[in-house]
């Protein structure tokens, strides 16, 4: 009778306040996909680490026409200098570091150039020999890298050693920086819903204050009065939660797995089933969001 009577008020409330209860599915729903979109952005930071930081290179490139580092104050590259580097990467002292390496031409380099740059107009003003040739490295533990560069970038015929790590990382930086940007903003829309979670239980609270007032008279128990309010809250947070995991998953399913997994085939994009580890976090986000406003509200507008 007890349960009947609380899920009869329960529809009672949310019919009563429908306009609001619609309002709070939304605000709920908005900030709640802000906070899984920074979630989805640093899952999809760590897939990329896993994946690119195994097969990202170092690249030590050799002296061309138009290099000024130290190591070019002879001019481009000689054969002999050439030959001295590559004895050294398969040296004892360094071949402990290295899984495997290759030597890539200024033609192989131009032919990587203009796949890398085919729709931009400045293909056609770059030639083969402006492009310095190198030895790209693969490291048996890439967290090595600074070995190499000690080791190679004072010697003759090199221009300079880059780890592609380091271009990784300022495109981690961006994102990371765009998921404190959803954070922040997601973190405004939450405030806004407490807020107007809170304002729907007060409406909510007044319109019934009679039925409330009887209840009290007859010896109802607090949690008996406060509950029906308190549901209508979560009920209401806890659609808007449903929703924002629904989205969530279906920019995981149709945008980076149907689209920019077929554009991008070689870059590693979260799959849907790792975006469901966030619908739990979502949901409790939205229970412990609608609660606790809820039990805010009553305790100062609905005196029991």
């Known amino acids: 009778m007890r349960l009947a009577f609380i899920l009869g008020e329960i529809a009672s409330g949310l019919r009563r306040n429908l306009s609001m209860v619609v309002s709070v599915i939304l605000v709920t729903f908005v900030s709640l996909t802000f906070v899984g979109a920074a979630g989805m952005l ?85 030639t083969p020999d402006q492009l310095p040739a190198s030895f790209r490295i693969n490291l048996k533990d890439p967290e090595k890298y600074q070995i190499i560069s000690e080791t190679f970038s004072s010697r003759p015929g090199v221009e300079t050693v880059i780890d592609q790590r380091q271009l990784l990382e300022r495109l981690f930086t961006i994102m ?84 920019l997994a077929k554009q991008y085939p070689d870059t590693a994009f979260i799959s849907p089933a790792q975006v469901l580890i966030l619908v739990p976090l979502l949901i409790g986000l939205s229970v412990v969001l609608a609660g606790v406003s809820s039990l805010v509200t009553l305790r100062r507008y609905l005196k029991v």
């Open 42 to 126: 640093q899952l999809q930071i760590s897939q990329l680490k896993g994946y690119w930081y195994d097969k990202v290179q170092v690249a030590i490139f050799l002296c061309g026409p138009g290099s000024t580092s130290a190591g070019c104050a002879g001019g481009s590259v000689t054969p002999d200098q050439q030959k001295s580097i590559q004895a050294l990467l398969d040296s004892p002292a360094v071949a402990q570091y290295v899984n495997d390496y290759h030597f890539e031409s200024q033609s192989e380099a131009y032919q990587h150039f203009k796949e890398q740059f085919a729709n931009s107009p400045i293909v056609d003003s770059v």
């Open 176 to 259: 990371n920086q765009a998921s404190v940007v959803a954070i922040v903003i997601a973190g405004v829309m939450i405030v806004c819903a407490i807020l107007l979670i809170g304002t729907t239980i007060r409406l909510s609270a007044f319109s019934r204050r009679r039925e409330t007032g009887i209840m009290r008279l007859v010896g109802a128990s607090k949690l008996v009065i406060q509950l029906p309010f308190v549901l209508e809250g979560v009920i209401s947070a806890v659609v808007g939660a449903v929703l924002a995991c629904a989205t969530l998953w279906a920019v995981a399913k149709f945008f980076l797995g149907d689209v």
